[in-house]
């Protein structure tokens, strides 16, 4: 296979199947894309150039065909009339990639264009920017709230010094479920000691954080574990 090789001014090359008139069927489509709160939405009836089909018709069959597959990912509203997010899509082209092995390098080309049309569109950068922003001084603000609402370690329950920094911990991972970063529920105020003392402790281990893990950590230690009932407690 091919390695990926990036130019001097940060291209990209890709040799597809398609032909002239399917890859105008792209161009056209990313004027087209519905762009609601940083997610992005394409039309139903625009999707017979993604699915490689010479009518809008054909394309609506297909839907129907592998609706199981698609259904969690249609929308349906006064905002959002008849279209489906694109991790649908992805999902049913490399479906149809395995059905039709014929096809399958054209489907998955279809793929990697539909990517790549969602990812550079403007507006979804902008929009993801702002909810980006918005998260950030969302989570910097309820950490804030917290550490001055906590006068103790809510896992060795010992009172914060001068000389110790307060450490908001994450139970499950951000990165895991970065939805969880602004949440109350997920997030504990913890001697800075015992914040690095864990996550060495979950990497010698190879664990997720999560948790399952900081439980078994805080018995391992003899810590609390009453964050478990009532995390904001104390």
Known sequence: MPKISLSQDNEVALQVTLTA??????????N???????????????????LLTNSRQSAKNIINA????????????????????PIGIYTLL??????????ALEYR??????????????QLALQAQTIGNDQVRSR?????????????CQLCREQFGNDGRKHAHHIIGESERPD????????????????????????????????????NF?????????????RNTG
Not at 32 to 50: C, D, Q, S, T
Not at 94 to 103: C, G, I, N, P, Q
Not at 218 to 230: K, P
């Open 66 to 85: 592998y609706r199981d597959i698609v259904r969690p990912f249609l929308v349906d509203t006064l905002e959002i009339p008849e279209a489906i997010a």
């Open 94 to 103: 490399e479906k149809l990639a395995v059905d039709k092995s014929s096809r």
């Open 218 to 230: 805080a018995r391992h230690n003899g810590y609390s574990t009453d964050w478990l009932n009532d």
């Open 21 to 30: 008139g399917q890859v105008a069927k792209f161009n056209s489509l990313a």
């Open 140 to 152: 910097a603000l309820t950490i804030a709230r917290l550490k001055r609402r906590h006068r103790f």
């Open 109 to 122: 080309a279809s793929l990697t264009l539909l990517a790549y049309i969602v990812g550079s569109n403007p």
């Open 180 to 215: 969880l970063a602004a949440d109350e529920n997920n997030i504990l105020i913890i001697k800075e000691s015992i914040h690095d003392a864990y996550h060495a402790w979950v990497n010698e281990r190879g664990c997720a954080i999560s948790g399952a893990t900081l439980r």
């Open 32 to 50: 087209k894309l519905i762009i609601r709160n940083g997610a992005a939405y394409i039309p139903l009836n625009e999707l017979h150039g993604v």
